[in-house]
């Protein structure tokens, strides 16, 4: 009784030699669905998509493509467009005819294909540079040749291999705009290989985090960032702290610092090291001492503006370095100065490595 | 090394590397296995097997004709290097140095001799260097001398046809291991206080070594190798290796003692390959 | 040092490399019986009297027919080894490249010889046949080093994008490779095709009256008499090598602006 899946993927595994790459990967996603592999470069991501592109052979595991299995099938026949990084285009065939190279390779002539080229073209606003060749084009231009061509045979899958990576930051930004909406509205289904994790949260339905090989957590980008489900998620998504010490029984962390208290649901019944995490966000600067339930004292050791927000670095006494988000219009506190910092109990995730004796 | 599934399977490779491996071994090893056996007197046929004897090896080692020939071919292809070298290495330092576009030309005009063949070279020479040909015309025609010099056959007349042809292959790594070095090196040994001889000598020399020895085993190679060159300019009693080794087909129908001769150049090119290769290693130069 | 001295050198050691070919081209025009200079005047005795020796047609027939069949069998061999050696691997840079590059090791004098015994030993008579494998295998490093070196340069993810467009891998070799690596590849069948086309100490011990070769007449002409028709017959080899060059160039040009 399996639900209609475009793409699933069953505890696929890849190993080269006795190095495992890729340990269990599991995910399925539903049409139209956009996906973000993110994850530091060696995490697997990479190796994944080319385990669903065909152009790596699983070790173990299976591939479904529309509930169909295709991990013993060449890439030409799994119905996937893929838009590789630096692009890939075809240096000899002009834009036309690179976008048209799908269709020819399913038997089409020249002539037929030219209607279906054109439409493709213009989705993504290339129509009239159909009889240019790769090298004339700009870095964005072959980057939405690229697309056309991987849209052009109407395929279940898209992948996306780090498609951006070689633009500027403006341009980048304007087509990943661009990009998500035409997927949207084609209503494609969409896997996204990425190391940036801006690109992954601000495109993606969910994101699914690798590190060594696993998925350590998929889920939206909301639930990524304000609920990280481990330390290593937590450390890569976003800026913030992070105290180590042990979680007790009585609903303490301890830590050189102090005590402060676990937000409610982390107490343990027995007592166990632990990481204790707090978003920039989420700590605040007081004046008043006894305003928030867990409170510091630190030194102010920098402060950097990035025009809509500024981020106000301090080190506590034992040298743990805090990051706190304030307004754009604060004033800039003299480095060295002394700040009082304080946070809600709530605000803090936790994550227990280990039981203690 | 990856596999994937875009990647050749083991029998795909085979199937791809068969064909040009087939040509190689019947058209390359299989014949050279024969040169071997027949250099030690047996004569491979179907059936047939003679005995394998040294005395063709013993005849070279022990006959000064032979040894002179050898001689001599190593002593040309040191002559020709070390010239080559010399004549070329200016040329290649421009080529890199430059920004002319004529470059590009020259390059095609140091390959010609290649291009257009041993006869072409060959025959060229000989009318500039005959006796009834450019040089002498030159000469008895401002009066500087009333007979004609002979300067047609002979070792003279081998080098500068041999300089011609190897230049290419001596100022491409030149020019290719100039092009490595950072101008500014030169720039600042000159700030320091070199002057430009010094500079050359402490700089771009050293720094060049490399593309100088690749030159230099190309082009001793070559020289061992030459044939119609040496055979049509240097004359009678001009012998080199491959002459000796044509002399023992066509004029004393000695095959095995040919094939001897071909093994023992064959020796000789292996020798300075390695000495070459040991030579850089120790130098540090790869 | 100074540029400009170097650019007077190297103009000066050009002239003198390019003046023994111009020399052949004036003495081809001799009509006189016997090489001589200054030349006893100009007319194209020579180049027609050429066409009407037997064995020069026969040679000149022959020199086609060997480079042709020699350098394109090289292409279709040393072509699909490359696609392989390209995949990189210790076994295929360290054993299998240098193995077909090893012929280039050997002087060619001494592989005649070795091909001469050889056809010999396996008692075959020599013919186009065996002259054609000879030069074959001299082609091979000459085409396979060129490929090699383009398809090292090529982006991997070209042909991976060939086939997930639907290509299946033959497909994906004659769309997106073959294009690729066209213009080195017929740089090095052509350049093939010379060396053919002039070789003399391969050929020498394997031709007969029957498949003698052009530069081995001309080679035996050299010899033998030294009259002006051997540089007329040089000038003709160099012009035809000239047309098949720049003809290659044409073709091998890639139409990209």
């Known amino acids: ?357 | 090394m990856t596999r994937s599934s875009t990647d050749l399977g083991q029998l795909a490779r085979i199937v791809l590397l068969l064909p040009a491996t087939i040509i190689v071994v019947v058209g390359y090893v299989l014949p050279s296995l024969v040169l071997a056996a027949l250099s030690f007197g047996i004569v491979p046929g179907v059936w047939v097997f003679s005995e394998a004897t040294t005395s063709h090896y013993m005849r070279l080692l022990g006959d000064i004709y032979y040894l002179r020939v050898v001689g001599y071919t190593l002593f040309l292809g040191i002559v020709v290097s070390v010239l080559t070298a010399v004549l070329a290495f200016p040329v290649g330092y421009y080529l890199a140095r430059s920004r002319s576009r004529l470059t590009s030309l020259y390059a095609v005009l140091t390959f010609t001799p290649l291009a257009v063949g041993m006869n072409m070279v060959t025959l060229g020479w000989m009318i500039i260097l005959g006796k009834t040909g450019f040089i002498n015309a030159l000469l008895l025609q401002t009066g500087a001398i009333n007979d004609p010099l002979q300067l047609l056959y002979g070792w003279g007349a081998v080098i500068v046809a041999m300089v011609h042809v190897v230049f290419t292959f001596m100022v491409l790594p030149i020019e290719a291991v100039v092009r490595q070095i950072d101008p500014s090196l030169e720039k600042a040994a000159r700030i320091l206080g070199a002057g430009p001889i010094r500079t050359f000598i402490e700089v771009v020399l050293p720094l060049s070594l490399p593309g100088i020895a690749a030159g230099f085993l190309i082009v001793f190679l070559q020289v061992c190798g030459a044939f119609v060159l040496p055979l049509l300019l240097g004359g009678q009693g001009f012998t080199l290796m491959p002459i000796a080794i044509w002399e023992q087909i066509t004029v004393s129908f000695d095959r095995s003692f040919a094939a001897t001769l071909s093994v023992a150049l064959i020796l000789i090119s292996i020798v300075v390959m390695l000495l070459q290769m040991r030579i850089m290693r120790e130098k540090s130069l790869v | ?257």
């Open chain 3, 1 to 257: 040092m100074s540029l400009r001295y170097l650019s007077i050198y190297s103009a000066i050691l050009g002239i003198v490399f390019v003046f023994p070919l111009l020399i052949v081209v004036a003495v081809s025009l001799d009509p006189g019986d016997y090489i001589r200079f200054p030349v006893s005047g100009y007319s194209p005795r020579w180049y027609i009297e050429m066409w009407s020796n037997q064995t020069i047609l026969l040679a000149l027939k022959n020199s086609l027919i060997v480079g042709v069949t020699s350098s394109l069998i090289g292409a279709l061999v040393a072509v699909p080894a490359a696609l392989v050696i390209a995949r990189g691997g210790r076994f295929l840079e360290g054993v299998v490249y240098p193995f077909f590059l090893s012929s280039f090791t050997i002087p060619w004098l001494v592989y005649g010889l070795a091909l001469l015994f050889f056809w010999g030993a396996a008692g075959l008579d020599l013919s186009l046949t065996t002259l054609i494998v000879g030069h074959t295998v001299i082609a091979i490093p000459y085409i396979l080093r060129v490929t090699l070196a383009v398809l090292r340069g090529m982006p991997p993810n070209l042909v991976r994008a060939a086939r997930i467009c639907g290509a299946s891998p033959l497909q994906a070799f004659f769309s997106v490779t073959l294009p690729y690596i066209r213009s080195g590849l017929v740089a090095g069948v052509s350049f093939a095709f010379v060396v053919s086309f002039t070789n003399i100490p391969v050929s020498l011990f394997i031709t007969t009256a029957d498949n003698i070769t052009l530069p081995i007449a001309i080679f035996n002409y050299m010899v033998n008499n030294f009259e002006p028709m051997v540089a007329a017959i040089s000038v003709v080899q160099v012009a035809m090598i000239g047309i098949i060059l720049l003809t290659a160039r044409k073709v091998g040009r890639v139409e990209r602006s």
């Open chain 1, 1 to 357: 009784m399996s639900e209609h899946f475009d793409l699933e993927l069953r505890s696929v595994e890849k190993r080269f030699g006795d190095q495992a790459v890729v340990r269990g990967v599991s995910f399925a996603l539903e049409k139209g669905e956009f996906l973000s592999l993110l994850g530091p470069s060696g995490c697997g991501k990479t190796t994944t998509l080319s385990m669903i592109a065909g152009f790596e052979a699983p070790s173990g595991g299976e591939i479904l493509i529309r509930d169909r299995r295709i991990d013993a099938l060449p890439p030409e026949k799994r119905d996937i467009g893929m838009v590789f990084q630096n692009y890939a285009l075809f240096p000899h065939l002009t834009v036309a005819d690179n976008i048209g190279f799908g269709l020819r390779m399913r038997g089409m002539r020249k002539a037929e294909a030219r209607t279906e080229v054109e439409s493709s073209a213009r989705l993504v606003k290339v129509d009239h540079l159909l009889d240019r060749y790769p090298r004339q084009l700009s870095g964005g231009q072959q980057q939405r040749v690229a697309l056309a061509r991987a849209l052009v045979t109407k395929p279940a899958l898209v992948l996306l291999d780090e498609p951006f990576g070689a633009l500027d930051r403006l341009l980048r930004e304007e087509l990943q705009i661009e990009i998500r909406s035409l997927l949207r509205r084609l209503n494609i289904t969409t896997v996204f290989v990425t190391h940036d994790q801006d690109e992954a949260l601000s495109m993606s339905d969910r994101v699914a985090v690798m590190f060594d090989g696993r998925i350590e957590q998929i889920s939206t980008p909301q639930q990524l960032y304000s609920v990280p489900a481990t330390r290593n998620v937590a450390g890569f998504i976003g800026k913030g702290t992070f105290l180590h010490g042990t979680v007790t029984a009585n609903g303490l962390f301890e830590s050189r610092l102090g005590s402060f208290r676990l937000p409610g649901g982390a107490a343990s019944p027995k007592s166990a090291i632990g990481d204790y995490f707090l978003r920039p966000e989420s700590v605040f600067v007081t004046e008043r001492i006894g305003q928030y339930p867990n409170e510091i004292n630190a030194d102010v050791a920098a402060m950097t503006f990035l025009g809509d927000r500024q981020t106000l670095i301090a080190d506590a006494t034992d040298g743990t370095r805090f990051f706190v988000q304030v307004r754009h219009d604060s004033p800039a506190l003299p480095i060295g100065s002394k700040v009082h910092l304080g946070w809600a109990s709530e605000s803090a995730t936790v994550y227990q490595s280990a039981a203690t004796a």
